[in-house]
Nanobody, 124 residues
Framework: QLQLVESGGGLVQPGGSLRLSCAASGFTLSDYIIGWFRQAPGKEREGVSCISSSGGWTTYVNSVKGRFTISGDNAKNTVYLQMNSLNPEDTAVYFC?????????????????WGQGTQVTVSS
């Protein structure tokens, strides 16, 4: 059974950093595109970044470019989201999601598998 489990969220001060992890089980990471999404209270879910480990590419939403870095470790079947220079607008529940690579249609497309989410709060 395909499963995604996020971890690494927490409370951080503005300007600080966090690294989120998305541990995948039940499938091979290289066969899927893994994405990070976030949803702030009262706002729609937003695609943040995604990675294709087999294709060697990544993509980011403009608001996080230069601050967030997505990476994958196929040996550990885990995808990471390194978040630097965090600001209060980054406060949200962060989810990782997966879609089979041949079905990928961008961050705004359908994503078939979702984790339970991890809370990130940026506040002084």
């Amino acid at each position: 059974q395909l499963q995604l489990v996020e971890s690494g969220g927490g409370l951080v001060q503005p300007g600080g950093s966090l690294r989120l992890s998305c541990a995948a089980s039940g499938f091979t990471l290289s066969d899927y595109i893994i994405g990070w999404f976030r949803q702030a209270p009262g706002k729609e879910r937003e695609g943040v970044s995604c990675i294709s480990s087999s294709g060697g590419w990544t993509t980011y939403v403009n608001s996080v470019k230069g601050r967030f870095t997505i990476s994958g470790d196929n040996a550990k079947n885990t995808v990471y989201l390194q978040m630097n220079s965090l600001n209060p607008e980054d406060t949200a529940v962060y989810f990782c999601a997966a879609v089979y690579k041949m079905s990928y249609k961008g961050l705004s497309g359908d994503w078939h598998y979702w984790g339970q989410g991890t809370q990130v709060t940026v506040s002084s």
